[in-house]
């Protein structure tokens, strides 16, 4: 499969402790998102790289929330100091940014539950 | 006049039946628009996408319908199959954006 990977697919913590998700992008794509998706509501942007550099940042995304993509391919996404409101789904999607479209695919997402 | 589809939260279809899903958009500038299906736990799944230049497009048993006058997009589904019943996003792409915004999803469910 060559789609978008992420890792874990679920996470229980207990409020205060720290997370950290991988997500693999779909081989060549030069761009990755970062969403947060709450029960019953579609996917909300968090942040946004081209290659390794970081380019947007959501006003969601508090200094609590760290996102790096190093060499350009994997991204992590931190969570310091959880909080039961960061319980969600946490999605990753990746795109080329060339003569086409620029489509997003998702991948399976990373379900987390703050206890 | 030209009647503007309703979002609806839900919607239930026989199988077989064609469905048709409406979505308004919110930004004028947005020039491309894609909708997503999400099977309960998985990630959105790319359906068709379509581009403000278009009115348009056909895929496999689906076609995507643009209305900018009035900011209208709809999905349609020929002959719903249970394996379609699912979550549907719309979502938009304002010029020279990067992100997507999504709406707020509609359910179908389809009968046997």
């Known amino acids: 499969d060559t789609g978008v990977s992420q890792d874990p697919r679920h996470k229980i913590t207990k409020r205060g402790q720290n997370v950290t998700f991988r997500c693999d992008p779909i081989s060549e794509h030069n761009r990755l998102y970062w969403y947060r998706q709450t029960l019953g509501q579609g996917p909300e942007f968090l942040t946004y790289?081209?290659?390794?550099?970081?380019?947007?940042k959501s006003r969601l995304l508090s200094d609590r929330f760290s996102a790096e993509r190093p060499k350009g391919s994997f991204s992590t996404l931190e969570i310091q100091r959880t909080e039961q409101g960061d319980s969600a789904m946490y999605l990753c999607?990746?795109?080329?940014?060339?003569?086409?479209?620029?489509?997003?695919?998702f991948g399976p997402g990373t379900r987390l539950t703050v206890l | 006049g030209e009647s503007v589809g309703l979002h609806l939260p839900t919607l239930s279809v026989q199988e077989g039946d064609n469905s048709i899903i409406n979505c308004a958009y919110s930004n004028s500038a947005s020039d491309y628009f894609i909708w997503y299906k999400q099977e309960s736990g998985k990630g959105p799944q790319f359906i068709i996408d379509?581009?403000?230049?278009?009115d348009k497009r056909q895929g496999q048993r689906v076609t995507v319908l643009l209305n900018k006058t009035v900011k209208h997009l709809s999905l349609q589904i020929a002959a719903t199959q249970p394996g379609d019943s699912a979550v549907y996003f719309c979502?938009?792409?304002?010029?020279?954006?990067?992100?997507?915004?999504f709406g707020a999803g509609t359910t179908v469910t389809v009968r046997a």
């Open positions: 999607a990746s795109s080329f940014a060339g003569k086409g479209t620029d489509t997003q695919y």
């Open positions: 379509i581009r403000s230049n278009m």
């Open positions: 790289f081209q290659n390794e550099a970081q380019l947007e």
């Open positions: 979502a938009e792409r304002g010029g020279g954006d990067y992100k997507l915004s």
